[in-house]
């Protein structure tokens, strides 16, 4: 390998992204190029911007950001301002990954916006059953709910969001010593389908509450 590392490295930025934009796939130079020439600055991302499980996570991430559009990124380089390809990629990726994280955050700040209250009614579906308790008071009995129960409610029933797209919203109000990225997507389910159920029980209580008091 030691060898292939020599002989990529006297390649010039240009013919370094023909040879990698080629077919087929010179598989040598990509492990090269994405393991060793661009490893500082994703270990930097990683640390400081984007945190992966993996450095496996952290290179298909980069890897699907360079190779978007036919490798539009690597090929829009122009030696622009005398930046080396290295300089301009490390900017690039930097700003990505910026944007990548701040969207995310704001999807995940999405699940705590106020429902309107027509929203409410589909909780209703969870008393279709109890023909006594009428769907009125719902937004009420929804009001009377924990901020935890809300929280999963909101995102699974009102905005429906799968368990695993709330997860990161939801995990911080549930009770497990485990970080989320600690646990198996499976067993991620169980714990917040149990959640959910519990949430709808405690709607369920506050809506024969409220009827009872009318």
């Not at 390649?11 to 992204?17: C, K, M, P, R, Y």
């Not at 909101?154 to 368990?163: E, F, N, P, Q, T």
């Not at 997507?185 to 159920?197: F, G, L, N, Y």
Request: proline share 2%; with cysteine.
């Amino acid at each position: 390998m030691s060898n292939n590392n020599d002989k990529y490295s006297q390649l010039s930025d240009q013919e370094l992204i023909e040879r990698l934009t080629a077919t087929p796939v010179d598989e040598k130079l990509h492990n090269y190029f994405f393991t060793k020439k661009c490893k500082q600055f994703l270990r930097y991302i990683s640390l400081n911007i984007y945190q992966c499980e993996s450095e496996n996570q952290l290179w298909g991430e980069f890897y699907e950001f360079l190779s978007k559009d036919n490798w539009a990124v690597m090929r829009n380089w122009k030696n622009r301002n005398g930046a080396s390809l290295y300089t301009y990629l490390a900017y690039c990726a930097t700003n990505h990954f910026i944007h990548k994280k701040l969207t995310e955050k704001k999807e995940q700040e999405q699940l705590f916006v106020p429902s309107s209250q027509g929203t409410y009614e589909q909780l209703a579906g969870f008393v279709e059953e109890e023909e006594e308790i009428e769907t009125y008071p719902i937004r009420e009995a929804f009001n009377m709910l924990s901020q935890r129960d809300q929280t999963i409610l909101r995102a699974l029933v009102i905005d429906g969001h799968s368990a695993l797209e709330a997860a990161p919203v939801i995990w911080k109000h549930i009770k497990n010593k485990k970080n989320l990225d600690e646990m198996d997507p499976k067993r991620v389910q169980c714990t917040i389908a149990m959640a959910k159920h519990r949430a709808q029980l405690a709607l369920l209580t506050n809506l024969r509450e409220i009827s009872k008091n009318h």
